[in-house]
C-alpha cells in the first residue's frame, strides 16, 4: 500500500472514531436533560400508567447503554426514530430540510470560494496598494456587518425597493430550477458576504508569508511575472492553511445560518433544529447534532487529507 | 400617483374615505373628475367575488414540529390552516351570532342539559365519503379521549354523553350549559371521517380547501375542492399559506407581493405598513386583553381600597396611545369587552387622582408596591409597568416594579407572585372567560377571585336559557369583577392584519385575528 493511501485511510478511520465519541456525547447529552422522556411526550395530565405503558413501548427501562446501542444500530441503518411531536418519522423529514441546507451552502460556496481566493490573490500582487486596501476594506466591512442587517439591508433594495429577487425565500419539492435560484439569490448573497473576508484574508497573508522566502526570491531573479509567481510557486505552498479556513467555512454555511433562514424564511436545517428545541423533541435534536457533527469533522478531515497531498512534508512524520 | 388613487379609492369603498374628499385628494394629485370616478366604480366592482389565482398569507405562529392533526392545535398556523380544509358544527359570525355550519340547526331541551343538532345532509369530505352523524359522534369520542390530548379536552369534559339519534347527534351535559353550541364552534373540534381516528394526521375534512401541501413550519397549501357544499366562500382555486414567523420578513413578503396578506403587524410599526401603496392595514377589536393582576387573597391586595386605589391610579389611555399605538381600546377591570355576545355597557373607569388617594388613605397601606413584570408578560409590559408608576406616583401612591426574566415567567410569577403584569386570549363567551380565570375553583383565577356569590351567578347565567335575563346576570357580574376584583384591565388589544392591493372580500372579524381565521376561505384576489 502506498503512504498516501495508509495516511488517508488513518485519517478517515480517526474521523470515524471521533465521531463515535461525539455520538456518545450527544447521547449522554440528552439523557443529561431534567425529566423523562415519556413525561413530555404525555405532558403534565398523563397518569401513571400511560407514563409506565408508554416507558415500556420505547425502551426507556432498559439500561442506557443498551439505548445507545440501539439508537446508533438505527442511524447506521437509516432509521434516525420518530419526531415526538409530530410523530413523523425524523429521516423523512430531515432529509428534505438537508437538501435545502446543501443546495444554499453549495450555490454561496461556489461564488464565495473563487471570489475570496482570487481576490485574495489580486491582493497579494497588489499588496498595500490601493486595490489591497479597497479589497480588504470591503470585505471587512462586510464581515463586520452582522448577519442579519446584511440580510435585511438586501431584502430592503432587492426585493422591496427594486423588486428583483423575492425577498422570502421559501423553496419546495418540485419548484423550477430558475424559480429556485431566484428564490435563493439573496440569501446566497448574504452568506457570500458574511464568509467571504474570513477566506479572502487567510489567503493573502498564506501567500505573503511564503512570499518571503528565498525561492520566491529566485524566481522574481529569474524575471518571472509577479502574478506568475504567486499561482505557480506561492499558492500551492500556501494551500494547506487555505483549504482550512475554506473547509471552516463551508462547514458554517452547512450548520450555522440559522440567522439568515430565519430572515430569508429559508426552509433548512437550523430552523428545524430551533423548532424542535423548543418543544424538546430529543431524538430530533439527536439526529440534527450529529449530522452537525459529521459535517464538521468531515469537512475538517478533507482539509487534513488536502494539506498532505499538498505537502509532501506531511507525509513523513518524524 | 395611480397606485395612491387606487388606494384611496379602495378606502371609499370600505367606508373609510367619503366620496367627496376622494374626489378632493384625486384633484389635488392632478386627476381629472372622469378618470377619478371611472376609478370609484372599479373599485366598488372589486367587492364582487373574483374566482380563481392563488391566494397567499405569509404568518407567524408555525414550527416544524406542527401536525395535522386538530387535537394537537395550539399555535396561529395549524389552526388557521385548519379553518380552511376542516370545519365544526357551527361558526360564530363577526357580530358573535352562531351561524349553522355542519349543524343546520340545533335546540335544548329546557332545562339546557340536552342539545340536539341536526347534522345536515349532502356534505362530502375530501376523500369523497359523505359526513354522516356517525363520523360527528366518532369526533366528538376522539376529542373526549384523554389519550387524543385533545386541546378540546376542556370543553368535553363537561359532556356526559353524545349520541347518534337518526339525523341528529345529541350532546347530554352534566350540568346544563346554554353556550354549549358556542363550544362547539372549538377549532379543534373538526368534523372528521370516523372523527379522525383512523389517521388523525390524515387532514381530511369538509372545509372548502383540501390540503395538497403538508410542510410543517414552511408552507401549507391547498387546492379547492369541487365537491364543497356552499358556495359563499372559496373563491382562489388554491390557497397556501408561509410561515414567515420573522415581522421584517413578513412586511417584506407583503410590500414585494410574494403575499396577499399577513398576520400580526406590530403597532409601532403600522403608521409605516400605512403609507405603502397598496397596502392595507386591517384592524379590528378582539377579545384579547392585558391586565395587571393583584391576588384578592394576599396582604396588602387583599384590601379592596388599595385595588381600587391602583385602579384608579392608572392612565389607561395612556397606555394605549404609548402601548398600543392607538390600536387597541381602554379595558374597564373587567375581562369582557363589547366583543363578546350578551354584553352591556359599564361606567368607563378612568385616571383619578383624587379618588386614588382617597382610597389608598382609606386602604392603611404604606411604602411602595411590588409589581412584577417581563418582557414575555405581553408587548410592551415593561415600559407599560413604568407608565404605571409614574401615573401612580401622581396620586400618592409608590410602585416598584421588578422586571422578571422571561424564562420562567409563567411559571415562577404568574398566578404565583401577589401582583403581576400578564395577557388573556379571548373566549368565545363570557361564561368560558369567567370560569377560565373567576370562578373560586378554577386553576387560572389568577387574581385568587373567591367569591361564592359570584360563582352562584356564573351557575345561574350558564343554566339560563332566556337571553334577556342571561344579559342581566352577565352585567351584575362585571359590575363585581370591576369594583371588587383583582384585575386591572388597562387595555383590550386590537388584532392587526394587513392585506396587498388585490385582495377583495376583507370584513373586519374580531373573533380572531386573520378574519376570525376564514381570511383566505372568504377573500379572493382581484383580477
Given at each position: 500500500?502506498?503512504?498516501?493511501?495508509?495516511?488517508?485511510?488513518?485519517?478517515?478511520?480517526?474521523?470515524?472514531?471521533?465521531l463515535?465519541?461525539?455520538?456518545v456525547?450527544?447521547?449522554?447529552g440528552?439523557?443529561?436533560?431534567?425529566?423523562?422522556?415519556?413525561?413530555?411526550?404525555?405532558?403534565?395530565?398523563?397518569?401513571?400508567?400511560?407514563l409506565?405503558?408508554?416507558?415500556?413501548?420505547?425502551?426507556?427501562?432498559?439500561?442506557?447503554?443498551?439505548?445507545?446501542?440501539?439508537?446508533?444500530?438505527?442511524?447506521?441503518?437509516?432509521?434516525?426514530?420518530?419526531?415526538l411531536s409530530?410523530?413523523?418519522?425524523i429521516?423523512a423529514?430531515?432529509?428534505?430540510?438537508?437538501?435545502?441546507?446543501?443546495?444554499?451552502?453549495?450555490?454561496?460556496a461556489?461564488?464565495s470560494?473563487?471570489?475570496?481566493?482570487?481576490?485574495?490573490?489580486?491582493?497579494?500582487?497588489?499588496?498595500?496598494?490601493?486595490?489591497?486596501?479597497?479589497?480588504?476594506?470591503?470585505?471587512?466591512?462586510?464581515t463586520s456587518?452582522?448577519?442579519?442587517?446584511?440580510?435585511?439591508?438586501?431584502?430592503?433594495?432587492?426585493?422591496?425597493?427594486?423588486?428583483?429577487?423575492?425577498?422570502?425565500?421559501?423553496?419546495?419539492?418540485g419548484?423550477?430550477?430558475?424559480?429556485?435560484?431566484?428564490?435563493?439569490?439573496?440569501?446566497?448573497?448574504?452568506?457570500?458576504?458574511?464568509?467571504?473576508?474570513?477566506?479572502?484574508?487567510?489567503?493573502?497573508?498564506?501567500?505573503l508569508?511564503?512570499?518571503q522566502?528565498?525561492?520566491?526570491?529566485?524566481?522574481?531573479?529569474?524575471?518571472?511575472?509577479?502574478?506568475?509567481?504567486?499561482?505557480?510557486?506561492?499558492?500551492?505552498?500556501?494551500?494547506?492553511?487555505i483549504?482550512?479556513?475554506?473547509?471552516?467555512?463551508l462547514?458554517?454555511?452547512?450548520?450555522g445560518?440559522?440567522?439568515?433562514?430565519?430572515?430569508?424564511?429559508?426552509?433548512?436545517?437550523?430552523?428545524?433544529?430551533?423548532?424542535?428545541?423548543?418543544?424538546r423533541?430529543?431524538p430530533?435534536?439527536?439526529?440534527?447534532?450529529?449530522?452537525?457533527?459529521?459535517?464538521?469533522?468531515?469537512l475538517?478531515?478533507?482539509?487534513?487529507?488536502?494539506?498532505?497531498?499538498?505537502?509532501?512534508r506531511?507525509?513523513?512524520?518524524? | 400617483?395611480?397606485?395612491?388613487?387606487?388606494?384611496?379609492s379602495?378606502?371609499?369603498?370600505?367606508?373609510k374615505?367619503?366620496?367627496?374628499?376622494?374626489?378632493?385628494?384625486?384633484?389635488?394629485?392632478?386627476?381629472?373628475?372622469?378618470?377619478?370616478?371611472?376609478?370609484?366604480?372599479?373599485?366598488?366592482?372589486?367587492?364582487?367575488?373574483?374566482?380563481?389565482?392563488?391566494?397567499?398569507?405569509?404568518?407567524?405562529?408555525?414550527?416544524?414540529?406542527?401536525?395535522?392533526?386538530?387535537?394537537?392545535?395550539?399555535s396561529?398556523?395549524?389552526?388557521?390552516?385548519?379553518?380552511?380544509?376542516?370545519e365544526?358544527?357551527?361558526?360564530?359570525?363577526?357580530?358573535?351570532?352562531?351561524?349553522?355550519?355542519?349543524?343546520?340547526e340545533?335546540?335544548?331541551?329546557?332545562?339546557?342539559?340536552?342539545?340536539?343538532?341536526k347534522i345536515?345532509?349532502?356534505?362530502?369530505?375530501?376523500?369523497?365519503?359523505?359526513m354522516t352523524?356517525?363520523?360527528?359522534?366518532?369526533?366528538?369520542?376522539?376529542?373526549s379521549?384523554?389519550?387524543?390530548?385533545?386541546?378540546?379536552?376542556?370543553?368535553?369534559?363537561?359532556i356526559?354523553?353524545?349520541k347518534?339519534?337518526?339525523?341528529?347527534?345529541?350532546?347530554?351535559l352534566?350540568?346544563?350549559?346554554?353556550?354549549?353550541?358556542?363550544?362547539l364552534?372549538?377549532?379543534?373540534?373538526?368534523?372528521?371521517?370516523?372523527?379522525?381516528k383512523?389517521?388523525?394526521?390524515?387532514?381530511?375534512?369538509?372545509?372548502?380547501?383540501?390540503?395538497?401541501?403538508?410542510?410543517p413550519?414552511?408552507?401549507?397549501?391547498?387546492?379547492?375542492?369541487?365537491?364543497?357544499?356552499?358556495?359563499?366562500?372559496?373563491?382562489a382555486?388554491?390557497?397556501?399559506?408561509i410561515?414567515?414567523?420573522?415581522?421584517?420578513?413578513?412586511?417584506?413578503?407583503?410590500q414585494?407581493g410574494?403575499?396577499?396578506?399577513?398576520n400580526?403587524v406590530?403597532?409601532?410599526?403600522?403608521?409605516?405598513?400605512?403609507?405603502?401603496?397598496?397596502?392595507?392595514?386591517?384592524?379590528?377589536?378582539?377579545?384579547?386583553?392585558?391586565?395587571?393582576i393583584?391576588?384578592?387573597?394576599?396582604?396588602?391586595?387583599?384590601?379592596?381600597?388599595?385595588?381600587?386605589?391602583?385602579k384608579?391610579?392608572?392612565?389607561?389611555?395612556?397606555?394605549?396611545?404609548?402601548?398600543?399605538?392607538?390600536?387597541?381600546?381602554?379595558?374597564n377591570?373587567?375581562?369582557?369587552?363589547?366583543?363578546?355576545?350578551?354584553?352591556?355597557?359599564?361606567?368607563?373607569?378612568?385616571?383619578?387622582?383624587?379618588?386614588?388617594?382617597e382610597?389608598?388613605?382609606?386602604?392603611?397601606?404604606?411604602?411602595p408596591v411590588?409589581?412584577?413584570t417581563?418582557?414575555?408578560?405581553?408587548?410592551?409590559?415593561?415600559?407599560?409597568?413604568?407608565?404605571?408608576?409614574?401615573?401612580?406616583?401622581?396620586?400618592g401612591?409608590?410602585?416598584?416594579?421588578?422586571?422578571?426574566?422571561?424564562?420562567?415567567?409563567?411559571?415562577?410569577v404568574?398566578?404565583?407572585?401577589?401582583?403581576?403584569?400578564?395577557?388573556?386570549?379571548?373566549?368565545p363567551?363570557?361564561?368560558?372567560?369567567?370560569?377560565?380565570?373567576?370562578?373560586?375553583?378554577?386553576?387560572?383565577?389568577?387574581?385568587?377571585?373567591?367569591?361564592?356569590?359570584?360563582?352562584?351567578?356564573l351557575?345561574?347565567?350558564?343554566?339560563?336559557?332566556?337571553?334577556?335575563?342571561?344579559?342581566k346576570?352577565?352585567?351584575?357580574?362585571?359590575?363585581?369583577?370591576?369594583?371588587?376584583?383583582?384585575?386591572?384591565t388597562?387595555?383590550?388589544?386590537?388584532?392587526?392584519d394587513?392585506?396587498?392591493?388585490?385582495?377583495?372580500?376583507?370584513?373586519?372579524?374580531?373573533?380572531?385575528?386573520?378574519?376570525?381565521?376564514?381570511?383566505?376561505?372568504?377573500?379572493?384576489?382581484?383580477?
Amino acid at each position: 500500500m502506498s503512504p498516501i493511501v495508509k495516511l488517508i485511510a488513518q485519517r478517515i478511520a480517526l474521523g470515524v472514531l471521533l465521531l463515535l465519541a461525539v455520538s456518545v456525547l450527544i447521547f449522554a447529552g440528552t439523557q443529561i436533560l431534567p425529566g423523562d422522556v415519556a413525561q413530555s411526550i404525555l405532558g403534565q395530565s398523563a397518569t401513571p400508567q400511560a407514563l409506565a405503558n408508554l416507558r415500556e413501548e420505547l425502551g426507556l427501562n432498559d439500561p442506557a447503554y443498551i439505548r445507545y446501542l440501539r439508537w446508533l444500530g438505527g442511524v447506521l441503518t437509516g432509521d434516525l426514530g420518530t419526531a415526538l411531536s409530530s410523530r413523523q418519522d425524523i429521516a423523512a423529514s430531515i432529509w428534505p430540510r438537508l437538501k435545502n441546507t446543501l443546495f444554499l451552502a453549495f450555490w454561496a460556496a461556489l461564488v464565495s470560494v473563487p471570489l475570496a481566493i482570487v481576490l485574495g490573490l489580486l491582493a497579494v500582487r497588489y499588496r498595500n496598494g490601493f486595490v489591497d486596501k479597497l479589497i480588504s476594506g470591503l470585505a471587512l466591512a462586510s464581515t463586520s456587518l452582522p448577519e442579519f442587517f446584511v440580510g435585511y439591508l438586501l431584502v430592503f433594495f432587492f426585493a422591496v425597493k427594486l423588486q428583483w429577487f423575492p425577498g422570502i425565500s421559501t423553496v419546495y419539492d418540485g419548484m423550477p430550477f430558475g424559480q429556485r435560484m431566484m428564490a435563493i439569490a439573496l440569501p446566497a448573497t448574504a452568506l457570500t458576504l458574511v464568509v467571504l473576508a474570513h477566506m479572502m484574508r487567510m489567503t493573502r497573508a498564506a501567500i505573503l508569508n511564503v512570499m518571503q522566502s528565498a525561492y520566491i526570491e529566485t524566481a522574481e531573479l529569474k524575471g518571472l511575472r509577479a502574478f506568475d509567481i504567486i499561482r505557480k510557486h506561492a499558492f500551492p505552498n500556501a494551500i494547506a492553511p487555505i483549504v482550512n479556513v475554506v473547509m471552516l467555512n463551508l462547514a458554517f454555511l452547512i450548520v450555522g445560518v440559522v440567522v439568515i433562514e430565519v430572515i430569508f424564511v429559508y426552509p433548512g436545517m437550523g430552523q428545524y433544529l430551533v423548532d424542535h428545541v423548543a418543544k424538546r423533541d430529543v431524538p430530533v435534536v439527536q439526529a440534527v447534532g450529529l449530522i452537525f457533527a459529521a459535517v464538521y469533522i468531515g469537512l475538517n478531515m478533507v482539509a487534513d487529507i488536502a494539506a498532505i497531498l499538498a505537502n509532501p512534508r506531511l507525509r513523513h512524520p518524524k | 400617483m395611480s397606485k395612491e388613487l387606487e388606494f384611496l379609492s379602495r378606502g371609499v369603498v370600505a367606508g373609510k374615505l367619503s366620496r367627496r374628499d376622494f374626489l378632493g385628494r384625486a384633484a389635488a394629485l392632478g386627476a381629472t373628475a372622469v378618470f377619478a370616478n371611472s376609478l370609484l366604480s372599479s373599485a366598488a366592482k372589486a367587492q364582487s367575488p373574483v374566482k380563481g389565482g392563488i391566494l397567499r398569507a405569509g404568518m407567524q405562529g408555525g414550527a416544524a414540529t406542527d401536525s395535522l392533526d386538530p387535537a394537537s392545535w395550539s399555535s396561529q398556523v395549524p389552526y388557521f390552516f385548519g379553518r380552511q380544509w376542516g370545519e365544526q358544527l357551527v361558526q360564530i359570525d363577526a357580530t358573535g351570532v352562531l351561524q349553522p355550519a355542519l349543524a343546520e340547526e340545533w335546540g335544548a331541551s329546557d332545562d339546557a342539559k340536552v342539545w340536539t343538532f341536526k347534522i345536515r345532509q349532502g356534505v362530502q369530505f375530501h376523500n369523497g365519503k359523505e359526513m354522516t352523524p356517525a363520523d360527528v359522534l366518532a369526533t366528538m369520542e376522539r376529542h373526549s379521549d384523554e389519550a387524543s390530548k385533545s386541546g378540546a379536552l376542556g370543553i368535553m369534559g363537561g359532556i356526559e354523553n353524545v349520541k347518534v339519534d337518526g339525523q341528529n347527534v345529541v350532546f347530554t351535559l352534566k350540568e346544563a350549559n346554554a353556550d354549549l353550541p358556542f363550544l362547539l364552534d372549538d377549532y379543534h373540534l373538526m368534523i372528521q371521517p370516523n372523527g379522525g381516528k383512523d389517521n388523525p394526521t390524515e387532514g381530511i375534512g369538509t372545509g372548502p380547501y383540501k390540503v395538497t401541501v403538508n410542510e410543517p413550519g414552511v408552507r401549507l397549501g391547498g387546492e379547492k375542492f369541487a365537491g364543497y357544499w356552499r358556495d359563499d366562500r372559496g373563491f382562489a382555486d388554491q390557497i397556501e399559506i408561509i410561515v414567515i414567523n420573522d415581522a421584517t420578513a413578513r412586511t417584506s413578503a407583503l410590500q414585494g407581493g410574494q403575499v396577499n396578506m399577513i398576520n400580526r403587524v406590530e403597532p409601532k410599526i403600522v403608521e409605516l405598513i400605512k403609507r405603502v401603496p397598496g397596502v392595507t392595514i386591517q384592524n379590528v377589536a378582539g377579545k384579547g386583553h392585558y391586565v395587571f393582576i393583584a391576588h384578592c387573597n394576599t396582604a396588602p391586595f387583599d384590601n379592596n381600597d388599595l385595588r381600587l386605589a391602583l385602579k384608579y391610579a392608572l392612565d389607561r389611555e395612556e397606555l394605549v396611545q404609548k402601548i398600543l399605538f392607538g390600536y387597541g381600546s381602554v379595558g374597564n377591570d373587567t375581562p369582557i369587552n363589547k366583543a363578546y355576545p350578551l354584553y352591556t355597557e359599564m361606567e368607563q373607569r378612568t385616571f383619578d387622582p383624587e379618588k386614588a388617594a382617597e382610597h389608598y388613605k382609606k386602604s392603611g397601606h404604606s411604602g411602595p408596591v411590588l409589581l412584577r413584570t417581563s418582557d414575555v408578560a405581553f408587548p410592551g409590559a415593561v415600559d407599560a409597568a413604568q407608565l404605571y408608576q409614574q401615573s401612580a406616583a401622581k396620586c400618592g401612591i409608590t410602585l416598584e416594579i421588578k422586571r422578571e426574566p422571561g424564562d420562567g415567567y409563567w411559571s415562577e410569577v404568574w398566578n404565583k407572585q401577589p401582583f403581576s403584569a400578564s395577557y388573556w386570549g379571548g373566549r368565545p363567551t363570557q361564561d368560558q372567560m369567567y370560569s377560565t380565570a373567576y370562578y373560586s375553583k378554577a386553576d387560572w383565577n389568577d387574581t385568587r377571585f373567591q367569591r361564592e356569590d359570584f360563582d352562584k351567578m356564573l351557575f345561574a347565567a350558564r343554566a339560563e336559557l332566556d337571553v334577556e335575563k342571561r344579559k342581566k346576570i352577565y352585567a351584575d357580574m362585571g359590575q363585581m369583577v370591576r369594583d371588587e376584583g383583582g384585575v386591572i384591565t388597562p387595555m383590550f388589544n386590537d388584532f392587526i392584519d394587513a392585506t396587498g392591493p388585490n385582495v377583495g372580500g376583507w370584513a373586519p372579524d374580531g373573533n380572531q385575528e386573520m378574519m376570525g381565521g376564514y381570511a383566505l376561505s372568504k377573500c379572493w384576489l382581484n383580477a
